[in-house]
């Protein structure tokens, strides 16, 4: 009894409730899709399989998490080469690639882009003053164009990382072999990097085929698997969930058999380096100079340009939909004071609660999982990963479904907004807390019970102090990701439950983009204080494991 305890019953504590509020809400979902009015049935599959709108939104949803993967590896492949094998002049602030994608959400992201270059956009606008027609912004090219550049930091990160971390005296040794340069790049270095960058590069096809936010908003002319889900939920809430069902299963068997794939290719593909020698970074001149440093530099305005247009829209004067560009106001501002502060309330009593939860259950999980492996911890690994096979949209719906009858009624209530939450970026949150436990020798732990200090209060006392940046690191990126959360959340609140992300949805389905314009800005400044407080006066690392 004493070897079970403390962490034996901690461990079955862990599992039982992944199992109640992961396991058994996306079990359900697949179940359901099996059921008809007189038991099992595959009806909801004989309608996807013959209605042509459910066969045209999955075969563009694939369609469109392969463009984008491809473009995003491209993108990103380029600027890690330019990054880890030339000196350009914006080397230093590369480094805020990774953090713009916290910073600026999804949805706001989408929205920038369509105060620029959407109907009623800054650049249409200027387009047709000038008399000169503007192609239209939704649909495929804006869907790929800004999903390109809100996932392509995956890819960047990983090839720069492979990139850097590759032994140049292999590269050095196939040029002296007489082979070309552009050769041996082929032959040596990119097969060498491939297993990162593919498997960042399905990672961005997961994102690009589940996402909600972008899709919605710019999508109007492309039906895709993600928002139809969510519209066949919205519409059949208090009727048959079957074809909701349906359409979730189908995500979710496509997300794992992606996932699947991607782990059983890396199995077979992996290299490693031994006293590798980091490839020097060369100086370019001259035109190539120019076009690299350009074309990089391009990117990165590209990247961070959603923030400023979001600013500069806040205090734009605006009639509906038409932004009156160069009319500054502080309009936008007064209607949040004088009547919507209960929105920026919810976001932070949300965030906050999700945030402690999760980071608490992702510190207890994350030292289980390293030091007090069993096959309980095994089994508690294996459900950490099923938030990774769902989009946030089903991951709302499997909630709302499990818990809307029987012994445990949450739907509607907050309790499942802030679950919700915490669930969607747990494994990430488990992720960064262990991120430095493998480095804690098992001695330290051993000696302070051996000394008679309970194993408990040593966790308390050694354990947790050490791994202290890992956890803030977790606190951090769960704080910043929970409160720009929208796919999950806008399948499950109720009336006085919207955060900013809802909110803002709302302001841009009904063209308010002014007053959409100052939620963004409160929200992206909720976001980067943590993250400035974080890097600057606790020195915490985000992207170190």
């Known amino acids: 009894m004493n070897r079970f305890l403390p962490w034996g019953l901690a461990s079955l504590i862990s599992l039982a ?5 992961i396991a058994y809400p996306i079990a359900g979902v697949l179940m359901r899709s099996f059921v008809g009015d007189n038991g099992f049935s595959a009806a909801g599959f004989v309608t996807f399989l013959t209605k042509a709108r459910y066969l045209e939104a999955f075969g563009n949803s694939i369609i469109l998490g392969g463009a984008v993967t491809l473009t995003s590896t491209i993108v990103g492949v380029f600027l890690a080469f330019v990054v880890a094998r030339y000196e350009v002049p914006f080397g230093s602030i590369v480094f805020l690639l990774p953090l713009s994608v916290l910073i600026i959400p999804e949805l706001i992201s989408a929205q920038s882009w369509i105060m620029v270059l959407g109907n009623n956009g800054f650049v249409t606008h200027l387009f047709k003053t000038m008399g000169l027609p503007f192609p239209k912004f939704y649909g495929w090219f804006g869907l790929i164009y800004v999903m390109t550049l809100t996932f392509y930091v995956h890819v960047f990160l990983a090839a720069l990382a492979a990139l850097r971390g590759f032994d140049h005296s292999l590269e050095e040794a196939g040029q002296s072999l007489g082979t070309a340069p552009l050769s041996t790049y082929l032959k040596v270095v990119f097969p060498t990097v491939m297993p990162a960058v593919l498997s960042s590069g399905l990672i961005v096809f997961t994102l690009a085929f589940g996402n909600f936010a972008i899709s919605i908003n710019l999508g109007q002319s492309v039906p895709l698997l993600s928002v139809l889900t969510y519209r066949s939920f919205v519409s059949e809430t208090g009727g048959s969930p079957v074809m909701q069902s349906t359409l979730a299963t189908v995500s979710i068997l496509l997300v794992a058999s992606v996932l699947f794939m991607q782990k059983r290719y890396l199995s077979k593909k992996e290299y490693q380096m031994f006293a590798g020698r980091t490839p020097p970074r060369v100086k370019l001149r001259g035109w190539k100079s120019a076009l690299a440093s350009g074309a990089a530099g391009l990117l990165i305005v590209l990247s961070l340009l959603p923030a400023l247009v979001v600013l500069v829209g806040s205090f734009t004067l605006s009639s509906g939909p038409v932004m009156h560009w160069g009319q500054f106001t502080f309009e936008n501002y007064y209607r949040i004071w004088n009547g919507d502060l209960d929105v920026i309330w919810n976001s932070l009593k949300f965030s906050s609660l999700a945030t402690t939860f999760g980071v608490c259950f992702a510190t207890l999980v994350s030292y289980l999982l390293v030091k007090k492996p069993s ?6 690994d294996y459900l950490l990963l099923l938030p990774l096979t769902v989009s946030g949209t089903v991951l709302g719906i499997a909630l709302s479904q499990g818990f809307n009858s029987g012994p445990l009624v949450l739907t509607g209530t907050s309790a499942l907004m802030v679950c919700a939450m915490m669930l969607r970026r747990l494994p990430f949150g488990v992720r960064n807390a262990s991120s430095n436990l493998h480095n804690i020798s098992n001695s330290l732990e051993e000696a302070s019970v051996s000394l008679g200090v309970p194993p408990i209060k040593t966790f308390f006392k050694v354990m947790l102090p050490l ?8 606190a951090i990126l769960t704080w910043v990701t929970t409160v720009a959360e929208l796919s999950t959340v806008v399948v499950l609140y109720q009336a006085g439950q919207e955060t900013l992300p809802i909110q803002i949805f709302r302001l841009i389905s009904s063209d308010l983009m002014g007053r959409a314009s100052a939620f963004g800005v409160i929200n992206i400044i ?8 974080g890097i600057k006066a606790m020195n915490v690392k985000l992207f170190a494991s």
Request: aromatic letters at 8%.
């Open 17 to 21: 409730f992944l199992a109640v509020f």
């Open 375 to 380: 096959s309980t911890t095994a089994l508690l």
């Open 467 to 474: 791994m202290a940046p890992g956890i803030a690191a977790a």
């Open 526 to 533: 909720i976001i980067i204080v943590p993250i400035v407080l």
